[in-house]
Each structure stands twice: as C-alpha cells, then as structure tokens.
C-alpha cells in the first residue's frame, strides 16, 4: 500500500494491475449507476479520456445495466474531429459505448464550430438532456495536477474555477497542450454524488502526494478540488 498523507475521508484503493483495478472501478461505477437507476429512473456518467480508462472502459461496457436510461458524457474533450485520433469521443465509442452499454446515451461535447468558443452555445444544448447532478464521476490527472481540461497555464482557469456562474461549460486554451479544449466547470463536477480518480504508475503518486501537502492551492494543481470526503482512488503501478 503507497504511503499517501491523504485528506480525512478519502480512500485509495490499490490493485496489482491496471486491468484488476479497472476491474474494481467497473463495479464501483456499475453500483452507482444501478442505485441512481433504481431511486431516480436515470443516471449520469463523466468519464475522462487519454490511455489509462480503456480497461476500464472495457470492463464497464459489458455490465448489465438499463443502459438505455443512463447518460453519458466526458468530463471534458479536445476541440477536434471526431474521427481524429486525439478525440475522447472517438475512445468512448469505441471502448465504452459497447456490449451492454451500446444503447447509453452519449452527449457529446464536440459540437458544430471552428472553436470551442464557437460551439459552447450548441454544447450548452446538448448538455441540457443530462441528468443533472451527475451521479457518477471518473476522473483522470496529469502530472501537472490537472484533471478534466483545468490546467493551471490556462488563461481561462479562473472563469472555469469560479462558483456561481450557472455554466456547465468552458472553453480552454492551455498553451501546454496542443489543442484547444472544453470542459465542464468546478461546479458542476464538484457537484457529483461520487466521483473517483483513476491514476497509474508511481509518477502519478508523486503528483498526488504534491497535491495533498497544499490542498488550498486550488489554482497551481486543480485536482485538489476533489481531495475531500468521499473521493474514491483507483491506483495501479
């Protein structure tokens, strides 16, 4: 077990392997889901993109759940074609909207416009079909101590940050990454009923010792918006 100082609240569950951990967080998330199916008729599910979901991806597609009632979406996506290699939604499609969960509904938000300033409004729409609050969220970090699209170069963190201004999205443009991006806001990802990180390798747990010892210092390392009761860590090497 990796000697983390975490926040009071905060459980880390570790695997050997990144597909048994995958495996885990499949099952936790599926748990979720099935409790919001059975109390409120519909659940919501962010995922994050890049490498480290695919297993779980995988594993979650093939549980049995009323798909057909459940939501879902990323946390966030780079502003490209669909078909292009670097979009999220091109790897939820083909990773997690299979088997079981062929029939979920996925929003998009990858809309229509040259910019993600110019599709926010068409975002925003899309998004207004979602199950809100989100009962189910999965994130990824960085090694910057980014998760979703809030990375700390971005001149638009701040708006993305800030409480209380009734968006769920935000155009991003980090200079650290090569393309231009959405996300959902702080606060509607700090809204979820759970959420969970999903980290690999020992890189990652030096990103999140980094995160635990200024929890405050939302803005230099977003990911510590998250490091309160109730986080669920899903850590493999």
């Known amino acids: 077990m990796p000697e983390l100082a975490l926040p009071r609240g905060v459980d880390l569950v570790v695997a050997d392997s990144a597909q048994e951990v995958a495996g885990r967080l499949a099952a936790a998330v599926a748990s979720e889901l099935e409790q919001a199916l059975a109390g409120r008729g519909r659940a919501s599910l962010a995922v994050s993109g890049g490498a480290t979901p695919r297993p779980f991806f995988e594993a979650l597609s093939r549980k049995a759940l009323d798909w057909h009632r459940v939501d879902v979406l990323l946390a966030d996506e780079r502003w490209v ?24 509904n996925y929003v998009s938000l990858k809309q229509s416009g040259d910019s993600p300033e110019a599709g926010l409004a068409a975002v925003e729409a899309a998004l207004a079909q979602v199950a809100w609050p989100l009962d189910m969220l999965v994130l990824g970090m960085g090694a910057d101590g980014h998760t979703a699209s ?44 759970s959420v969970a990180l999903h980290i690999r390798g020992e890189d990652k747990l030096d990103t999140l010792r980094a995160a635990c010892e200024h929890p405050g210092d939302i803005a230099s390392m977003p990911v510590r918006a998250f490091l309160k009761p109730g986080l669920r860590i899903f850590w493999s090497p």
Do not use: I, K, M
Request: with cysteine; aromatic share 2%; glycine share 4%.
């Open 81 to 104: 074609d669909v078909r292009d290699d670097a979009s999220n939604t091109r790897l939820v499609r083909a990773h997690l909207l299979q088997h079981q969960a062929a029939s979920a």
């Open 150 to 193: 809030l990375f700390p170069d971005a001149p638009e963190l701040p708006e993305a940050l800030a409480p209380g201004g009734g968006r769920r999205v935000c155009a991003v443009h980090p200079p650290s990454q090569r393309q231009a991006r959405v996300t959902l806001t702080l606060p509607v990802l700090v809204a979820a009923r």
